[in-house]
Structure formats: C-alpha cells, structure tokens
C-alpha cells in the first residue's frame, strides 16, 4: 500500500478535527495540511489563536476540561501539546510542568473523547520512550529508565484507556523533527554558519531525525487508515550519528564542524536537561513502513538541502 502524499484529498476528506496544541511547530502544520486537502479543522491552543481556514478554539488545560466543542461532532483529535523539554534546565518545577502539559492533558482529553463523538486518537510521544541506545529500536521494545522514557510511558499509557471505548488510539513517537523555520535546525544551523557548530560530547550519541514533512505525512496516514494501531516511531529510516549530523550540516552550509562541545559544558548550562542532546536512540520506523508509508526525505542530506535550499 502506498502512502499518501500529505495534501492528497483520501477518504479522510470531509472528516471534523481537532488538533490540539496548535501553535505548535508541528500541530501547525498538521492543521494547515488538514484544511489544505479539505478538512473541517478546529485549531485548538491556549489563546484560541488562528489559523487560516480553521476554526481557532481556546482551552487550557490547567483551568479547565475540555470545551464541548473539542469534541461534538468530531471524528478525529490530534494532541500534540506538550512544554518542551529543551533546552531548558529540568529543575522539579520544571519537570512537573512538561510532565502534566502532556499526561494531564491528554487524561482531560480522553474524557471528553470516551464521551463524546471521536472514534481516531493520535497522540503526541517520543523516541525518548527507549531511553539511550546504541541499538536499533522498534515500536515493540520496551520503554528506557530515565525521566524522559517514565514520562512518554506515563503519557502512552494516559491515552490507551480510550481504546477501550472503541476509539482507535495511535501513539506517535517522534524523534527530532527538522523544519527551516523552527525547531532544532535553525539554531544548529545558525551556530554552523558562525563556525561553532560541531559534535557534542564526541557526537557519538545517535541523532533520530525527521524531516517535518515526513512527520505530517506519518500523523495524516495515522488519522486515515484503520489499520494503524498503536505506537508508531516518527523518524527516518536511516538516523545517524550526532557528529555525522554536524558534519552533513557543515558540508553543506559550505563551514568547518570540527569544534566540538564537551558534555561538562552543557551539563553545566543546563543541567540535568542536558540529556535530551546528549542521549539518543536509532529509532526506526518499522510500523508506518510495514503500513506502508513510503518516506519523501528518507536521507539527512536530501532533507537538509531541501530545508536549507
């Protein structure tokens, strides 16, 4: 079975969804693909704020529950929310806070679906999930021990309850989405073109990278076909390492990427925190291939000159 190109009008048009947290890099860009191929799309985040040929819907998850609106009449909700985890210093309050934006919230929601109309869930995770590897993982390993893996397991399993109640509900465990405009890449590649950028910590550590369109695609096909069930691993087919990353994005940025940045240092800058770029997984995406999804960048340097012109 073929994948579907991200704005090809499928037997998902004339489908009602909400997509939570749609400020967001990649709740954006879920909303503005689903109201370019036909869908009636509500854009939900905590100011209601707009997106073109959506109707904006504000809610907060810490105030209150879900609006009725998020759900009636809905068939489909997308939740990608959550406070990012980088880079910022994971202090307890902050920890509580990226903790509850995304296991609270998504308990609110599964609520209001289980009691209201949706019967497609597709949640927000990550390759966090694993915890560091060195070796390949799929959606059937279990989860790591670190912060980050007790959290996307706490958060999986705060939306599985839904299936319960008919709803189909689709984890997707998202590695490190690469975008022009936002995201990791613009920095990186702001720090490359200054003659700093380079590995981290040696670049040893593995580097899951999707390009955002990929991501999109994977999330439309998750919401489209029934027979994606679960968790499914958002990230390219061929992650590589974080020092061939830097030297990939240096090539091609025409800069050096020798100059590395020790551990100490960003342990230093942000502590605990600093795991989430000195940690990482070869997650593969055996479930959306075996579905049949077909990747549009499914080599780092292609999508990098495809994002950086």
């Known amino acids: 079975m073929a994948s579907r190109p991200i704005l090809e009008r499928s037997e998902g048009v004339g489908m009602k969804i909400a997509v939570v947290g749609s400020t967001g890099l990649i709740g ?48 489909a909700v ?44 597709v949640n927000a995770s990550a390759v966090g999930y694993y915890g560091p590897s060195d070796d390949p993982v799929v959606e059937s390993d279990g989860p790591g021990e670190d912060f980050l893996a007790d959290m996307c397991l706490e958060w999986e399993d705060a939306a599985m309850p839904a299936t319960d109640h008919g709803v189909r509900v689709v984890p997707v465990r998202t590695g490190i989405v690469l975008d022009s405009d936002e ?32 991501q999109i695609g994977i999330i439309l096909q998750a919401i489209d076909d029934p027979d994606v069930v679960g968790p499914i691993n958002a990230a390219s087919p061929n992650p590589v390492r974080q020092k061939d990353f830097a030297r990939t994005l240096g090539r091609i940025l025409k800069r050096p990427s020798f100059l590395p940045t020790p551990a100490f240092a960003m342990r230093l800058l942000f502590g605990e925190g600093a795991t989430a770029v000195l940690n990482g997984q070869p997650a593969l995406p055996a479930a959306i291939e075996e579905a049949g999804y077909e990747f549009r960048h499914p080599h780092l340097e292609g999508a990098l000159r495809d994002l950086l012109g």
């Open 183 to 214: 995201g990791a890449l613009p920095p990186l590649a702001k720090a490359t073109k200054m003659f700093v950028g380079g590995p981290l910590a040696g670049g040893r550590q593995w580097f899951p990278w999707i390009h955002i369109d990929d």
């Open 28 to 75: 954006g860009k879920v909303a503005e693909a689903l109201v370019a191929r036909g869908d009636e799309v509500i854009a939900v985040s905590r100011r209601g704020l707009p997106i073109e040929g959506a109707t904006a819907l504000a809610w907060d998850p810490v105030a209150t529950p879900p609006p009725p609106e998020l759900t009636d009449g809905v068939d």
């Open 78 to 121: 997308v939740n990608m929310a959550g406070r990012p985890v980088a880079p910022v210093r994971w202090t307890e309050d902050n920890k509580k806070e990226m903790r509850e934006s995304r296991v609270g919230t998504t308990r609110s929601l599964v609520e209001a679906i289980v009691a209201g109309d949706p019967k497609v869930f």
